[in-house]
Each structure stands twice: as C-alpha cells, then as structure tokens.
T-cell receptor
Framework: ETGVTQTPRHLVMGMTNKKSLKCEQH?????MYWYKQSAKKPLELMFV???????ENNSVPSRFSPECPNSSHLFLHLHTLQPEDSALYLC?????????????FGPGTRLTVT | AQTVTQSQPEMSVQEAETVTLSCTYD???????LFWYKQPPSRQMILVIR??????QNATENRFSVNFQKAAKSFSLKISDSQLGDAAMYFC??????????????FGQGTILTVHP
C-alpha cells in the first residue's frame, strides 16, 4: 500500500452504534488530519495531530473521539452520532504542519447515520 | 478568521479548450499559501498547484497555471488544453504559514468542472 489509506470505505451505522474509522499513512509523515466533507459545504478541519499529539480540535462534538497511537495511524471513534453527521470523512497527512507542506489525502470513508 | 469563496458552483469546457476557475479569499495575514486541489469522482483529492504569497511570480504546473492577485485577494486557476481526465471537483484552499494554525487548510465550496469531448 502506498500513500494514505482509509478503512472502511463505506459505513452505515445507527445512532446508538459505536464504530471506528481508520487511517494509515505510508509516507513517513509527522502530521495527520481528519476533515469532514458534507454535501454543499466546504471541507471542515476536525482534528490535527503532530508527532502523535493533538494540536487542534476545531470545536468538534465529543461524539467524535480521535486517537493517534503512532505517527502512521489515526483513528476516529464514533458514538451516538446524529443523521447530520452523515458525510465523507477524509484523512490527510503531511511532513509537518508548516504552511508549505503538502497534505496528502486518503480516499475517504462515506458515513451514513440512520 | 480566513474565508475562501468559489463563486462558480459548476463550469464546463470543451476538450482542448481553456477554462478559468475563480477563487477569492479574505485574510489579514501576509504570510500564507494558496492551493488548488482536484477531487475526481470517487477518487482521492490531489494537489494541483501551490502558490506562496510572498512570491509575485504566478505558479505553473504543465497545463495548470494561476493568476495570483495579492492586493485583490484573488487566486484563479487556468487549465489549458483541457482533457477528459481534468473533469473533477476543484477546491481552492488557504493555509497560514504562521501563528497557531497547525497546518489548517481552509477550503472553498468547490467548483465542478465538466469536460465535453
């Protein structure tokens, strides 16, 4: 595998379920990100991890819980979600968090909350 | 807070022709980067081109070039000799190079580009 991978690619869950999204980067990067892409809305940054430490939490509800066990893996734990949380969740990574570093995106997980 | 606006929800172009996608942004910062990302249907988002705000020269990458007007806060993307593979959603994005932004990308709403054979 190369680049940034995400699993699962599609997920349907009920509002009372608990599930996790997984992201893995094979690029040797030090920073990882979660973005939310909703229909007809710009991509929104959710979380930023730099060297496995969370450095940004963009006012995300507590029903979304990120975890970064090492610099290659990033998880997003989901519980008691709402239908409006249905979206494409994108993971990205970059060498650093400076402005010039390119962010490499994964293919996303399409989440549907029923 | 920074904002990015793409005023063209959809654009279309004939194959081999040229198309320009518009983007404006608002910021009080002087040190930042601007990006155009491409998101093909059901495929990963990839970087098309990057512009550093302190560079006056417009960035170019093969058939892709930008018109960066810093004073006007405008950052348009020109695609020359359009190809069928250029069909995608295009996002303009802003990224601060200082402070505590921690690499945050601020995206516009996106422009869907259709290429007609």
């Amino acid at each position: 595998e190369t680049g940034v991978t995400q699993t699962p690619r599609h997920l349907v869950m009920g509002m009372t379920n608990k599930k996790s999204l997984k992201c893995e980067q094979h690029l040797g990067h030090n920073a990882m990100y979660w973005y939310k892409q909703s229909a007809k809305k710009p991509l929104e940054l959710m979380f930023v991890y730099s060297l496995e430490e969370r450095v940004e939490n963009n006012s995300v509800p507590s029903r979304f819980s990120p975890e970064c066990p090492n610099s290659s893996h990033l998880f997003l734990h989901l519980h008691t979600l709402q239908p409006e949380d249905s979206a494409l969740y994108l993971c990205a990574s970059s060498q650093g968090t400076g402005g010039g570093y390119e962010q490499y995106f994964g293919p996303g997980t399409r989440l549907t909350v029923t | 807070a920074q904002t990015v606006t793409q005023s063209q929800p959809e654009m279309s172009v004939q194959e081999a022709e040229t198309v320009t996608l518009s983007c404006t942004y608002d910021t009080s910062e002087s040190d930042y980067y601007l990006f155009w990302y491409k998101q093909p249907p059901s495929r990963q988002m990839i970087l098309v081109i990057r512009q550093e705000a302190y560079k006056q020269q417009n960035a170019t990458e093969n058939r892709f070039s930008v018109n960066f007007q810093k004073a006007a806060k405008s950052f348009s993307l020109k695609i020359s000799d359009s190809q069928l593979g250029d069909a995608a959603m295009y996002f303009c994005a802003y990224r601060s190079n200082g402070g505590t932004s921690y690499g945050k990308l601020t995206f516009g709403q996106g422009t869907i580009l259709t290429v007609h054979p």
